[in-house]
């Protein structure tokens, strides 16, 4: 299955520029994408743009670990994955002291529908996750990392190893970095297909060449990570953000944003709008702003529902999203999760019975089969969600639907039961009309089916 | 789909054989079964599939057991446990890809070739199947071809593109 390189060069037409995505004018205050224009991801553009001065200022001046870690702390940056912990009070609980081998991992296997801007920096400005790991490994004492990356984009992972070269060359990785005594060793590794290893234990154990099912917690990676080592696994925009931090200080980021949700995050619109595509702005702006920036609803259609932190999250329908800004704490009071920051966006001529259909299919086609309730229960949902939608639907259906997402809940080693079961929760709780709609007329509300 | 791989495969090439040691040396020496991900995917590269062969050269380069290489081979979605046609061609249907006609897309192209999803052209040239999420749903509709290739914005018009120039390559 080589391909021919007259193939590759057919199949270059279709590839992507960036351009409608990344490269334009509508970020607001961008630290990550700015100055990007997709010809200027290699190391000289980056240290052009100020790039690893962050890593030289700390190798150079003798700042120390603590105080590295005491300024992510307090910038309030909070991991970009999706579960938006602490990232600073994730680095401190890493051993410092501890004698063996310590790891460091990015997470780069970007599956959570709707996400799609972890390829985006990988692909335009490799440098920034470089230099982000190389400072969170100094600032816990680590010597190894890995960068595990999503499976179908691969030519990202070439890219990603290529600018690995790139920094090894320059003696920004390797041995004695910068004239100092900080070593740091990095290296990719790529998925091939399982949504599951977005999950950092599963993830782990894809890295050791295993299945990638998730691990029982405790014990937490900081004790017990790769090979069974203290590991800290973070998601590429968190270190992508840590650079700015350091030049401008946790104080400037948290001024960006708004308190306890400190920075600019990067929000991959997708759906509905007349412009899809990556918007870094400032955590707390309002929703309608980012809705704006992306284009408005496609075709001047009404807003019926957005999913606002990828397809876990629960959906919230426009009224509710209207008054809502992004950041944590706003989506959360919403009743939602702001999560991977993977904006999907509904049009009113949308039926939420097919949609929630196709992500229950995914959930079932994804769940690892390692526990019950999630392996089980995410048949159920999807079998019964389709009945539904084929005008099959019993009118116990909607109690059993609640019953069964409650039942998985709480109840798996890992969030994909959650995650499975949060979207028809939420679902059903705001548009349960349409639901009973297609059980009792076995029709559709709306005319245009996705 | 049977989980026994009955198709044969000729050896790796000396090529590919370095490809993986370059994927070893990434991983401490007691751990080379990390490479286990990069290896399958680069015999897949080299053959089309995996086959119980190249997976009993990587068991023993990796010093594993041939079963738990077929368990990695088995659990995830992008290794091909039989041959496939020469593009295989994964088309996202996910919902952010489907509200932009993702769904429609794989229909066309089904259509376009003649063949059911999940099916190969007689002549062996293509093999079509759905796609879960690849992280790039602003892109929407987007394909992978033979694993590694992403295309993007693919319209009717732009399947009909892709299938039509594929088919004019001369090798």
């Given amino acids: ?450 | 789909m049977s989980s026994v791989n009955t198709h044969h495969s000729a050896p790796l090439s000396d090529e590919t054989h370095a490809r993986f040691a370059r994927e070893v040396a990434k991983y401490p020496d007691d751990q080379k079964q990390s490479a286990v991900m990069a290896c399958l995917s680069i015999a897949q590269q080299e053959q089309g599939f995996v086959s119980a062969e190249s997976e009993r050269v990587i068991a023993e380069l990796l010093g594993m057991a041939p079963m738990a290489v077929h368990e990695v081979t088995t659990f995830y979605n992008m290794y091909n446990q039989q041959p496939v046609g020469k593009f295989k061609i994964n088309v996202c249907t996910n919902l952010p890809c489907q509200l932009r006609n993702g769904q429609g897309a794989l229909l066309h192209m089904a259509k376009k070739l003649g063949i059911e999803v999940g099916g190969t052209t007689p002549d062996g040239l293509f093999t079509l199947q759905p796609g879960e999420c690849m992280g790039a749903c602003a892109d929407a509709p987007v394909l992978l071809v033979n694993d590694r290739t992403m295309c993007s914005y693919m319209s009717d018009d732009k399947l009909d593109k892709l299938v039509d120039d594929l088919r004019a390559v001369k090798e």
């Avoid at chain 1, 920094?167 to 990095?186: H, K, P, W």
């Avoid at chain 1, 939420?426 to 059980?439: C, L, N, Q």
Wanted: overall charge neutral; hydrophobic content about 35%.
């Fill in chain 1, 1 to 450: 299955m080589t391909t021919s390189q007259k193939a590759l060069d057919v199949l270059a037409q279709f590839r992507t520029s960036g351009v409608d995505t990344c490269f334009h004018d509508r970020h607001i205050g961008p630290q990550i994408l700015a100055g990007l224009n997709g010809n200027n991801w290699s190391i000289q553009d980056y240290v052009a743009r100020g790039g690893y001065q962050a890593l030289r200022k700390i190798l150079t001046t003798g700042m120390t670990q603590d105080e590295v870690i005491a300024i992510v702390k307090e910038s309030g940056l909070r991991g970009r994955g999706g579960a938006g912990f602490p990232t600073g009070l994730k680095w401190s609980f890493m051993p410092r002291q501890f004698p063996g081998q310590k790891y460091l991992v990015c997470n780069s296997d970007e599956g959570e529908p709707g996400t799609c801007k972890d390829r985006e920096i990988l692909q335009h400005n490799p440098h920034i996750v470089i230099e982000g790991m190389a400072i969170a490994a100094f600032a816990m004492g680590i010597s190894v990392g890995y960068n595990y990356i999503h499976g179908e984009i691969f030519q990202t992972y070439e890219r990603f190893e290529a600018a690995l070269e790139e920094a090894r060359a320059a003696g920004y990785l390797g041995d004695n970095i910068l004239g100092s005594t900080f070593s740091f060793q990095l290296h990719a590794a790529h998925g091939f297909g399982a949504y599951i290893c977005g999950e950092e234990t599963a993830l782990l154990e894809s890295l050791e060449g295993k299945k990638g099912q998730p691990r029982f917690k405790p014990p937490f990676p900081a004790s017990f990570g790769l090979y069974g080592k203290p590991t800290t696994i973070n998601n590429t925009e968190t270190f992508a953000a840590v650079p700015w931090i350091i030049n401008n200080g946790g104080q400037a980021y948290l001024e960006c944003g708004k308190p306890n949700n400190g920075g600019t995050k990067i929000f991959s619109v997708s759906g509905d709008v007349e412009r899809p595509g990556n918007y870094e702005i400032p955590m707390g702006t309002p929703f309608s702003k980012l809705l704006e920036l992306a284009g408005g609803v496609r075709k001047g259609r009404k807003l019926k529902a957005v999913i606002p932190g990828g397809s876990s999250s629960p959906v919230l329908p426009a009224d509710i999203i209207m008054e809502c800004t992004m950041d944590y704490d706003s989506i959360a009071k919403a009743g939602s999760m702001l999560g991977s920051g993977a904006v999907i966006v509904l049009d009113d001529s949308r039926c939420m019975v097919k949609s929630l259909q196709r992500l229950s299919y995914f959930y079932m086609h994804e769940s690892c089969g390692q526990c019950t309730p999630c392996r089980e229960g995410t048949g159920w949902l999807w079998r019964m969600v389709d009945r539904i939608e084929r005008g099959e639907g019993r009118e116990s259906d909607l109690a059993l639907l609640d019953n069964v997402a409650e039942n998985i809940m709480g109840r798996t080693i890992c969030a994909l039961g959650d995650a499975a079961a949060m979207p028809v929760r939420g679902m059903i709780k705001h548009f349960r009309h349409e639901f009973e709609h297609h059980i009792t007329h076995k029709t559709c509300t709306v005319s245009a089916y996705v």
